[in-house]
């Protein structure tokens, strides 16, 4: 059973910083690209970070030169480190595969971490 099981958010004053870890199966995150998204309050979730297998990045871009997502592949965990943060970042943030995996069927998806972003 896949599973990925985000941490590290809370309660953060704007300009400030946190970081996002994701444990998922090491093969999953050696084999397949992987992905932070988030939601807002009242929003869809959004896809904010990628990376490859390679280890190329993509951002949206709300969170680009802010945000870095990184990956240790041997230890299954993808990180997500947020800086700069404004309260438009609050959201519950989660990982998952990029694309999602299994079609973004909602048994695959964790629990995520909230990140509130106030002063």
């Known amino acids: 059973q896949v599973q990925f099981v985000e941490s590290g958010g809370g309660l953060v004053q704007p300009g400030g910083s946190l970081r996002l870890s994701c444990a998922a199966p090491?093969?999953?995150?050696?084999?397949?690209?992987m992905g932070w998204y988030r939601q807002g309050p009242g929003k869809e979730r959004e896809l904010v970070a990628g990376i490859t297998r390679r280890g190329g990045t993509n951002y949206a871009d709300s969170v680009k030169g802010r945000f870095t997502i990184s990956k240790d592949s041997a230890k299954g965990t993808v990180y997500l480190q947020m800086n700069s943060l404004t309260p438009e970042d609050t959201a519950v943030y989660y990982c998952?595969?990029?694309?999602?995996?299994?079609?973004?069927?909602?048994?695959?998806w964790g629990q995520g971490t909230q990140v509130t972003v106030s002063s």
């Open positions: 090491e093969i999953v995150v050696t084999m397949y690209a």
């Open positions: 998952n595969a990029n694309p999602p995996w299994k079609g973004g069927d909602p048994a695959y």
